[in-house]
C-alpha cells in the first residue's frame, strides 16, 4: 500500500484548468488516449468527440491495493475504447480512501468541473449511500464495480448504477453453500461495521438459524489490526468463521491469529478478501467478479493487465467493465451527431446493451440500475495461496 502524499502541481493544474474550482489535493488528471485524436465517434462529421469522465477509488490508504487494480483496469479500459472508438476521453482520478467523507468531498470536486459528465465508482457500499444524492440531483451517471449492498438501488440514487450482483443474491448463496458443503453446528459471523459488510451478514443469518446452526455474531472496526481478543472466542465447536470484509490485510490478520491460538476453523471471506494479501490456505472467498484468465475472449486484456498491475484479481474487471460502458455512452451520443453531456451521457448509459463483456456475460442494466443477470463466483485458496474457482458452487 502506498501512503497518501500531495498531489503533484501539475495534477491541480490540470483540474483548476478543467473548471473544478476546488483547492483540495484529491483529485488528479490523466489522458486515456491521445489528445491529437480527430475522427470522430461512429463519424460525425471529421468533429472530435472529445469527453472527460471520473474514477472515484482508495487509491491510497488502507485498501489502495484495491483502488490500485480498480484504477488501472479504467485507464486501460479508456486507452482501449479511445483507440476503438476514436474517442478523446480523459480520465480524472478522485482518491476517496473507502472513506464517505472523502468520496463527498472528491463528488463535490467532480460536480463542480463542468467538464465531468460521468462517474466510474465509487468502490464502497457505503461511499455510494453517501454520494448517490449529490450525483442525482446533477443528472450525472456513476457506475460502480464493486459496490453491492441492496438498498443502494431501492430508488435514493436514480443514476446510480452497478456492473456487480446485490448482497441480497450473493449472502443467501454463500450462506447455503456453508450450510450444504461445510457443515458447521457452530459458526462466528463478523461484520466490520460498513453498509457492505451489515447488509451481507443480515441476509445470511435467517439461512444459518433456519439450518439449525449455532451463531455467534460479532461486530469490529475496520481500524482494528489485531483480532486476537475476538479469535478467543472461536470454540471449538466453530468450525467456520465468516468475514464479509472489505479489507484484506484484515482477513489474513485473523487468520495469522487464528493459527497463533491453534484453531482451526475454515475462514470464508467476501469481495474484499478476494486480493493477493489474503491467502489463508483452505479459507473460502466469494467474490462478485470472474477470474479473467480462465475466460479466452479476455486473453488480449489479460496480458494489458499483467503489465500494469501483475497482481490483479476480481476487483479490476469489473471497473473495466463498468469503464467501458460510460465510454460506449459517449460514443454513442457523438455518433448520434450530439455533444455529449451529463444528460445525454445518463441517458445513453441507461440504453446500454452489450451482447458480451470482459465478465463473460451481457451488460444490461434493469430500471433500477442493477446488473441483469448478474453472477458471483467462490474461490478456495490452495495451500500455495492460489485461488482456484470452485465449480460446484
Request: proline fraction near 5%.
Amino acid at each position: 500500500m502506498r501512503v497518501r502524499g500531495p498531489i503533484a502541481a501539475l495534477a491541480l493544474a490540470a483540474l483548476f484548468a478543467a473548471g473544478c474550482g476546488s483547492s483540495s489535493k484529491s483529485t488528479s488528471t490523466t489522458t486515456g488516449g491521445s489528445a491529437n485524436t480527430t475522427a470522430a465517434a461512429g463519424g460525425g462529421g471529421g468533429k472530435t468527440c472529445n469527453a472527460t469522465i471520473g474514477i472515484e477509488a482508495p487509491i491510497t490508504g488502507q485498501v489502495a491495493v484495491l483502488g490500485d487494480e480498480q484504477l488501472a483496469f479504467a485507464q486501460i479500459a479508456v486507452q482501449q475504447d479511445n483507440s476503438a472508438n476514436h474517442t478523446n476521453i480523459t480520465l480524472v482520478q478522485g482518491d476517496t480512501q473507502l472513506m464517505p467523507a472523502q468520496a463527498t468531498t472528491v463528488t463535490q470536486q467532480f460536480i463542480a468541473n463542468g467538464k465531468i459528465l460521468a462517474v466510474v465508482g465509487p468502490a464502497g457500499s457505503q461511499e455510494v449511500e453517501a454520494v448517490g444524492p449529490l450525483f442525482g440531483r446533477n443528472s450525472m451517471a456513476f457506475i460502480s464495480g464493486s459496490a453491492t449492498n441492496t438498498t443502494l438501488t431501492s430508488g435514493k440514487n436514480p443514476t446510480f448504477f452497478r456492473v456487480v450482483s446485490r448482497d441480497d443474491r450473493q449472502g443467501p448463496e454463500d450462506a447455503n453453500y456453508i450450510v450444504t458443503h461445510l457443515h458447521p453446528k457452530a459458526l462466528m459471523i463478523v461484520d466490520d461495521q460498513e453498509a457492505y459488510s451489515t447488509g451481507l451478514v443480515s441476509s445470511m443469518l435467517p439461512i444459518f438459524q433456519r439450518a439449525g446452526i449455532k451463531v455467534d455474531h460479532e461486530s469490529v472496526s475496520q481500524k482494528v489490526t489485531d483480532f486476537s481478543s475476538l479469535v478467543a472466542k472461536v470454540t471449538p465447536q466453530t468450525t467456520v468463521v465468516v468475514l464479509p470484509w472489505q479489507v484484506a490485510a484484515n482477513g489474513q490478520q485473523f487468520g495469522k491469529n487464528l493459527a497463533e491460538q491453534h484453531k482451526n476453523a475454515t475462514l470464508f471471506g467476501t469481495d474484499g478478501l478476494q486480493s493477493s494479501s489474503f491467502t489463508i490456505p483452505g479459507a473460502y472467498v466469494s467474490a462478485f467478479g470472474p477470474d479473467i484468465k480462465a475466460i479466452p475472449s479476455d486473453k488480449a486484456l489479460v496480458t494489458a493487465a499483467e503489465q500494469k498491475y501483475p497482481k490483479f484479481g476480481t476487483f479490476g474487471p469489473p471497473v473495466y467493465a463498468a469503464t467501458h460502458a460510460v465510454d460506449q455512452a459517449i460514443a454513442s451520443v457523438c455518433k448520434s451527431g450530439q455533444t455529449p453531456s451529463r444528460s445525454n451521457v445518463l441517458a445513453a448509459v441507461k440504453s446500454t446493451s452489450e451482447a458480451s463483456s470482459v465478465l463473460g456475460q451481457p451488460i444490461h442494466f434493469d430500471n433500477h440500475g442493477d446488473l441483469i443477470g448478474a453472477k458471483w463466483f467462490l474461490f478456495k485458496i490452495s495451500p500455495q495461496g492460489k485461488y482456484t474457482l470452485v465449480t460446484n458452487a
